[in-house]
């Protein structure tokens, strides 16, 4: 089997350490490095979190990244009223890994050299605010030429924001960032967008079965994610949600598409951008349908997806 080799880039919070987790899981996927950055919660809990979760997997030979700790322009924001303070759901870990165990290397550096050891055949996942790789292509910019393909969560297409009036949180939390990952990335690139995931959600009794699953990792996902259940049936979640509540894995769409090349089964092919002056409407993601902005590459805005594989990717994650 050839495996797939990732390059996954997270703010872990509770839907990271799912994508994370089906990651991990997949037979065919080899996880060549995790960088961290500010987003869900502070980059030192960011990279605490993501130790957790390759401890529970027993995956802690794969190697931790620090990156960026605030945006390129702005104010930090978090998302603790979703994930917890400490993105995890606060739940006390007296067993988790020291920060020790975080590479000496910086994610930037670390990001450019593990694509540049295996050009055009990694795959960038990037669940977070896009900060690192804003980064990296400044600081390398034939770094997007040498990757495989690029998948983001982030960004929405119908103008619904779930942070701000029209802004999803991983591009409000650094619109420049986002700005020059899409105008600077010419790799395949693969969008995962707000609604597009409240469309594609799961109901909650399912979500039930899949945390009552026997494995030390359904236990450690119950814990962590008591939270953000809890969250989901406030007004709040109500108003930010599209198409009814249920069970929403943002992060783990993008790792899916990467994951299996059969799960997208429609996206629409179209230039993107992102607002950054707007009043109320910076961070939100631009489609250029008529093609006013001229641009050459063009991404795919994924639309549709085979639910049974991404229900089976998901069961995967946990036994």
């Known amino acids: 089997m050839i495996r797939k080799k990732l390059l996954v880039d997270v703010d872990c919070g509770v839907d990271d350490a799912q994508a994370i987790m089906m990651a991990l899981a997949a037979p065919n996927v080899e996880v060549l490095g995790i960088t961290c950055v500010h987003g869900n919660t502070s980059l030192e809990n960011v990279c605490k979190n993501t130790l957790r979760v390759l401890q529970v997997c027993g995956r802690l030979e794969i190697p931790v990244f620090r990156g960026a700790a605030k945006p390129i322009l702005g104010n930090v924001i978090c998302a603790g009223q979703f994930h917890g303070q400490d993105g995890l759901g606060d739940v006390p870990d007296p067993q988790a890994p020291g920060l020790d165990m975080v590479q000496k290397e910086g994610a930037i550096s670390a990001m450019i050299r593990i694509v540049n050891e295996n050009p055009n055949e990694v795959s960038l996942v990037a669940t977070a605010p896009l900060t690192n790789l804003a980064l990296a292509v400044r600081m390398d910019p034939s770094f997007p030429s040498k990757l495989k393909g690029l998948y983001i969560m982030g960004g929405n297409t119908e103008s ?160």
């Open 160 to 319: 619904r924001g779930n942070t701000t009036s029209c802004a999803e949180f991983n591009f409000a939390a650094d619109p420049e960032a986002a700005y020059m990952v899409l105008k600077d990335f010419m790799c395949p690139t693969y969008i995962a967008c707000w609604e597009f995931t409240c469309y594609s959600k799961l109901p909650w009794s399912w979500c039930d079965d899949w945390l009552a699953q026997q494995s030390e990792k359904a236990r450690f996902m119950e814990r962590i994610f008591s939270h953000s259940i809890e969250f989901s049936n406030s007004e709040r979640s109500r108003a930010e949600m599209v198409d009814g509540m249920g069970f929403v894995s943002c992060d783990s769409y993008a790792m899916a598409a990467a994951i299996d090349d059969e799960f997208v089964t429609r996206s629409d092919k179209v230039a993107v951008s992102v607002e950054l002056t707007g009043t109320h409407t910076r961070g939100m993601m631009v489609l250029d349908t008529l093609g006013i902005l001229k641009k050459t590459h063009k991404a795919f805005v994924v639309r549709k997806v085979n639910m049974e594989r991404f229900e089976q990717l998901m069961m995967d994650g946990l036994r």
